[in-house]
Nanobody, 126 residues
Framework: QVQLVESGGGFVQPGGSLRVSCAAS????????VAWFRQAPGKEREFVAA????????YYGDSVKGRFTISRDDGKNTVFLQMNSLKREDTGVYYC???????????????????WGQGTQVTVSS
């Protein structure tokens, strides 16, 4: 079992930056695909960014490319999402997810992930 806990969400003005964290316990994240998804009210869960199972490749949703960066600290078993140049449409609950059987073509598919955190709210507004 893997337990995931997100933190670092908050309120930020458009154009600002924020970093959210996903701390894992129970097992090492090595060998797991780890992803960030987000969900705004009334909308479907949207893929944001991910590490492949090997940890050697990163993937980003089209709406965040060039603005968001996913990174990890294996010593702390933690994955981060640095969000820059934030826009109002980035508002939502940000979830961390992990899965051992996620293949490359399925990385953006939230149904492929076995473990989820409780989410952290990010609000971008002036």
């Amino acid at each position: 079992q893997v337990q995931l806990v997100e933190s670092g969400g908050g309120f930020v003005q458009p154009g600002g930056s924020l970093r959210v964290s996903c701390a894992a316990s129970g097992r090492s994240l090595n060998g797991y695909a780890v992803a960030w998804f987000r969900q705004a009210p009334g909308k479907e869960r949207e893929f944001v960014a991910a590490f492949s199972r090997s940890g050697g490749f990163t993937y980003y949703g089209d709406s965040v490319k060039g603005r968001f960066t996913i990174s990890r600290d294996d010593g702390k078993n933690t994955v981060f999402l640095q969000m820059n140049s934030l826009k109002r449409e980035d508002t939502g609950v940000y979830y961390c997810a992990a899965g051992r059987r996620v293949i490359t073509s399925s990385i953006p598919n939230h149904a492929q992930y076995d473990y989820w955190g409780q989410g952290t709210q990010v609000t971008v507004s002036s």
